[in-house]
Nanobody
């Protein structure tokens, strides 16, 4: 059973940085696409970034392009989200999500992801 455990959230000032980690277990992750998704209070979950584990290709939501970087460590089975130039509107619960490459659906669609972590809170003060 795939398990995802996020860490690294917290409080940051606008303009600051945080790095989120997602420790993955229970699967052969070279066959997965991993994503970060966030949910602000009163809002739906929104796609932030994804990485295809095997080839390392990435893509980002327009709102975070140039500020956030998704990466993975094959030896540690961990996915990271480096967040720079944080803005108050980045405040949200950030979730790590995974889907097998054989599963359908766009990598940008939150509903395409089958496995989810418990989430980690990121709060950015102005």
């Amino acid at each position: 059973q795939v398990q995802l455990v996020e860490s690294g959230g917290g409080l940051a000032q606008a303009g600051g940085s945080l790095r989120l980690s997602c420790a993955a277990s229970g699967g052969t992750f070279s066959s997965y696409t991993m994503a970060w998704v966030r949910q602000a209070p009163g809002s739906e979950r929104d796609f932030v970034a994804h990485i295809t584990w095997g080839c390392g290709s990435t893509d980002y939501a327009d709102s975070v392009k140039g500020r956030f970087t998704i990466s993975r460590d094959n030896t540690e089975n961990t996915v990271y989200l480096q967040m720079n130039s944080l803005k108050p509107e980045d405040t949200a619960v950030y979730y790590c999500a995974a889907k097998h490459l054989l599963n359908g659906g766009s990598d940008h669609y939150v509903s395409s992801y089958y496995y989810w972590g418990q989430g980690t809170q990121v709060t950015v003060s102005s």
